[in-house]
């Protein structure tokens, strides 16, 4: 499967964005994927992830009640609706996949598959 991200850009502080992320290639509905992100000398960090089926959502403690992930089957697309932005949100973020729930689905290592990454940058 194939996953292209857009949507970033700059944000002030207290904005909002929304990434999406098209995948292609595969029968997306089989597919969970999740959303992460990293800044320059740090690791990739967890953001969000939804199951194949978008019956169960997860978000990392620092985004939870201001990002909400969401997919469309039918349009093969995952959503990350970003609200409040902060400064520290200031990140380039990447969609992942993996089959059905297999692994972890914070864990980064789980994920075969990945987007290009879409910078997304929030001023104070």
């Known amino acids: 499967v194939q996953l292209q991200a857009s949507g970033g850009g700059l944000a002030q502080a207290g904005g909002s964005l929304r990434l999406s992320c098209a995948a292609s290639?595969?029968?997306?509905?089989?597919?969970?994927t999740g959303w992460f992100r990293q800044v320059p000398g740090k690791e990739r960090e967890f953001v969000a992830a939804?199951?194949?089926?978008?019956?169960?959502?997860y978000s990392a403690d620092s985004v939870k009640g201001r990002f909400t992930i969401s997919r469309d089957n039918a349009k093969n697309t995952v959503y990350l609706q970003m609200i409040s932005l902060k400064p520290e949100d200031t990140a380039v973020y990447y969609c992942?996949?993996?089959?059905?729930?297999?692994?972890?689905?914070?864990?980064?290592?789980?994920?075969?598959?990945w987007g290009q990454g879409t910078q997304v940058t929030v001023s104070s």
């Open positions: 939804i199951t194949w089926s978008g019956g169960s959502t």
């Open positions: 992942a996949a993996r089959k059905f729930n297999s692994g972890t689905y914070y864990s980064a290592l789980s994920y075969n598959y």
């Open positions: 290639g595969a029968n997306f509905g089989w597919y969970s």
